[in-house]
């Protein structure tokens, strides 16, 4: 009987082990098949980014060394999909590609992506870009994206001699800081706040008798007209105010808040042909009080470092871009919001920029700034393409604790020796930057 039962296991066991293989075969070849089935290869992205101009030359790079804006293509976002496009266009690599989409012209590929609006700028007469959900933007967006492509304004006041030295009763080549000033039509008393207090155009000294340096004050304004609500007729005025003052800059443009980003990139090409010599930029608002002493005193420390450190480089270039600087921002979606951005217009977070009524940068930095900006569409916050144009370049805002653009905390602000370690603070109105620079002025080491 054991013998029966050991020649039948033997048996069993001959029996299942070719039965078991072929299951573990028929298995094994499910899953490769399974797996062959299921499997894609990645996908290679094709939106390659130059990083735009490199340190040394005003050529494009020869490669991508990273991602510009970092956001995927959406279709559902107006100014990525017109971004990506000049990206492609501008990218060197792609420009080189035979069969890359880069040679299509520059009409067709603008039309796969979005049409342009096109129009004759001058004339303010626009048609509307096809675009699916047009009625869906607020009309402060519709108006923006309607003339988001016209970056040419005529002068309607200049002021061509602002930096020549055979104007200059002073003997000096060029500013030390230009301050560029944004204000309005009606804005009279801030702008004459401004002239009388931390604005005063004409040699500065530095805090406490240091070395100063030549300052000159202009302030940009665009054109006030009906479109913008009803005004009175200020133009008179204004044509007196610059023929006492000859410090106004105005261009033919409509000046409403998303316009404001216009009177960055019109100072540019202001700066690049009659101040290009200038050699550093404060930009603000007219509502902000600046202690321009203390600010002569820090950018004089600045170049001095720049000085050093170039000696042991072949590099004249001083990449300066100071203020409040804000990083991981995102777009306000509220749509009651002075800063609303809807989704279907941009998309993904903002580069890191500064904001807050003020900032400054080197006059060198503000050409490169003029440059670059033709490879980056208009967007409606200033302050944000400022922080785009930097990213193109490469560059990065420098924080300073002193550019307070959330104000003193309130039980500071009316105490003058809390401001010693002030550069810019946001927001005063006219009759406080009086108050305030009176203040100061006799403080004469009281802190």
């Not at 790079?61 to 804006?69: D, K, V």
């Not at 009625?135 to 402060?140: A, I």
């Not at 492509?149 to 020549?164: F, K």
């Not at 230009?178 to 155009?201: C, D, P, Y």
């Amino acid at each position: 009987m054991g013998k029966f039962c050991k020649c039948n296991g033997r048996l069993l066991c001959m029996c299942l082990l070719p039965c078991m293989m072929t299951g573990h075969l028929l298995i094994y070849i499910m899953v490769s098949i399974f797996i062959t089935i299921s499997y894609a290869p990645p996908k290679i992205t094709v939106h390659y980014i130059a990083p735009g101009i490199s340190a040394n030359t005003s050529a494009l790079a020869s490669h991508p060394l990273g991602s510009f804006w970092n956001l995927r293509l959406e279709d559902s976002a107006l100014w990525n999909r017109l971004q990506h496009a000049w990206d492609r266009q501008h990218n060197p690599i792609l420009r080189g590609n035979t069969t890359g989409i880069m040679k299509k012209p520059k009409a067709q590929l603008l039309t796969e992506i979005e049409d342009e609006c096109l129009s004759d700028c001058m004339s303010r007469k626009c048609s509307v870009p096809r675009v699916h959900d047009m009625n869906s933007f607020p009309e402060q967006m519709r108006e923006f994206i309607k003339s988001m492509h016209c970056r040419e304004y005529p002068l309607l006041i200049n002021q061509p001699g602002m930096c020549r030295r055979n104007n200059d009763s002073f003997g000096v080549d060029s500013p030390m800081l230009l301050m560029a000033v944004k204000s309005q039509v009606g804005n009279f008393e801030n702008r004459q706040a401004i002239r009388e207090t931390w604005g005063h155009s004409g040699l500065v000294r530095g805090e406490s008798n240091k070395k100063g340096g030549l300052v000159r004050t202009v302030f940009l304004l665009g054109r006030q007209d009906s479109s913008t609500g009803p005004h009175p007729d200020l133009k008179n005025l204004l044509e007196l105010e610059n023929q006492k003052y000859g410090d106004i800059l105005q261009w033919d443009f409509r000046d409403t808040f998303f316009n404001l980003t216009l009177k960055d990139l019109l100072l540019w090409q202001w700066l690049q042909q009659y101040c290009p010599t200038a050699t550093f930029v404060f930009k603000g608002d007219d509502d902000v009080f600046v202690r321009t002493d203390a600010l002569l005193d820090y950018l004089h420390r600045r170049r001095e470092e720049h000085n050093l450190w170039r000696a042991n480089r072949n590099e004249d270039d001083m990449n300066l871009f100071v203020g409040d600087v804000i990083s991981n921002a995102m777009p306000n979606r509220e749509p009651s919001a002075k800063y609303f951005i809807p989704e279907n217009f941009y998309k993904g977070a903002y580069p890191s920029y500064a904001g807050g009524g003020g900032v400054v940068y080197s006059g060198s930095l503000a050409l490169r700034l003029r440059q670059v900006s033709e490879r980056v569409h208009l967007f409606p916050i200033d302050d944000v393409y400022l922080g785009m144009c930097l990213h193109r370049l490469g560059l990065s805002p420098s924080h300073h604790p002193g550019f307070l653009t959330f104000d003193l905390p309130v039980t500071d602000r009316g105490n003058p020796c809390a401001y010693r370690s002030v550069v810019l603070v946001h927001k005063r109105s006219p009759k406080e930057m009086l108050t305030l620079w009176k203040q100061l002025q006799s403080l004469h080491g009281q802190c």
